[in-house]
């Protein structure tokens, strides 16, 4: 950013007092523990902050990237030359509403997924076991229709609520929201900012829903490097295969670069072993999926998303 709009956008936001920083390291943010400075952070803590600064920075013509856990986002180690807007805050007020045999919960963009499933675990609701172990936000799982164990997010989904490119509040049904693999409508519109997400629950026994979740988190413990930082799985899925044992075909376990390593545990996972930077995983991944592609003629895809 130019120095003029760098005064502007401070005076923009301290005007308004909105809360921000100038040159938050965004390694803090994520789970990779990746990424250089933001020039600006900032940290709505309700929804009319959120307008306001969204607002502050399209005055400013200033770009935007809204992070949520920062469990699918790799940073580049320049960081990030606009304003990183956390959305954590905005969790919600929870709201639970009957709908025949059935239970619609609310909950705000900024809340975590696991936060969410223990809600319905405690009031007895059973949809959203697949989801208990994914570290990431409710916006973030819609953005990307998040799943795991034969589930996904758009399964039990059932509206989304969001600010669209002129920050007007606008709510769509689930059958607009374009979901398909790792994907949604707000991946093609990434000025839409999500403010909550209604899902379509079951009533069920509220243990018989903890075992289910605690098996889940089982496996995830038992198979996944969760004891390192990383971004989860790191490769979409090909069409009739699964990335991590082709690369485990291609005799990729443990192959690293600099600080990036594919994970010994789970090859689908690349893990930062220690000061690992964005260049490393982005060259690592690369690298994989030209000798995937060489040795067995698929293509494997990045599914977590860098941000230069």
């Known amino acids: 950013m130019q120095q003029q709009a760098i005064t502007a956008l401070r005076q923009s936001l301290q005007t308004a007092s909105l809360p921000f920083v100038e040159g938050e390291p965004l390694a803090a943010h994520t789970t990779f523990r990746i990424g250089g400075p933001a020039t600006f952070w900032c940290t709505p803590q309700d929804r009319p902050q959120l307008r306001g600064t969204l607002a502050c920075c399209k005055k400013q013509g200033v770009r935007v990237y809204l992070l949520g856990n920062g469990s699918n986002t790799l940073f580049a180690d320049e960081g990030f030359d606009g304003a990183v807007v956390d959305l954590r805050a905005l969790t919600g007020p929870l709201t639970v509403q009957p709908s025949g045999n059935e239970v619609l919960l609310t909950a705000g963009a900024g809340l975590t997924l696991g936060h969410l499933c223990g809600e319905a675990q405690q009031r007895g609701l059973t949809g959203l076991e697949f989801a208990c172990g994914i570290p990431g936000t409710v916006g973030g799982a819609v953005y990307m229709n998040a799943g795991a164990y034969g589930g996904e997010l758009k399964d039990v989904l059932e509206e989304v609520t969001f600010l669209d490119e002129e920050l007007k509040e606008r709510s769509l049904p689930v059958s607009r929201l374009q979901m398909g693999y790792r994907t949604s409508v707000f991946?093609?519109?990434?000025?839409?900012?999500?403010?909550?997400?209604?899902?379509?629950?079951?009533?069920?026994?509220?243990?018989?829903?903890?075992?289910?979740?605690?098996?889940?988190?089982?496996?995830?413990?038992?198979?996944?490097?969760?004891?390192?930082?990383?971004?989860?799985?790191?490769?979409?899925?090909?069409?009739?295969?699964?990335?991590?044992?082709?690369?485990?075909?291609?005799?990729?376990?443990?192959?690293?670069?600099?600080?990036?390593?594919?994970?010994?545990?789970?090859?689908?996972?690349?893990?930062?072993?220690?000061?690992?930077?964005?260049?490393?995983?982005?060259?690592?991944?690369?690298?994989?999926?030209?000798?995937?592609?060489?040795?067995?003629?698929?293509?494997?895809?990045?599914?977590?998303?860098?941000?230069?």
């Not at 490769?235 to 044992?245: D, L, S, T, W």
């Not at 291609?250 to 192959?255: E, I, K, P, V």
């Not at 390593?261 to 690298?287: M, P, W, Y």
Request: a positive charge; glycine letters at 10%.
């Open 187 to 308: 991946e093609k519109n990434p000025a839409w900012c999500i403010l909550s997400a209604t899902v379509r629950l079951r009533h069920d026994d509220a243990g018989a829903v903890l075992d289910r979740m605690q098996e889940f988190l089982r496996r995830r413990k038992e198979k996944q490097p969760l004891e390192w930082p990383s971004a989860g799985s790191t490769f979409k899925r090909p069409q009739g295969a699964f990335a991590g044992r082709l690369i485990e075909q291609c005799g990729l376990r443990g192959f690293t670069v600099g600080g990036a390593q594919i994970s010994e545990k789970h090859c689908g996972f690349v893990i930062n072993r220690g000061g690992a930077t964005c260049a490393d995983v982005v060259s690592l991944t690369e690298q994989v999926c030209k000798i995937v592609e060489q040795k067995t003629g698929y293509v494997l895809e990045r599914e977590i998303r860098v941000v230069k």
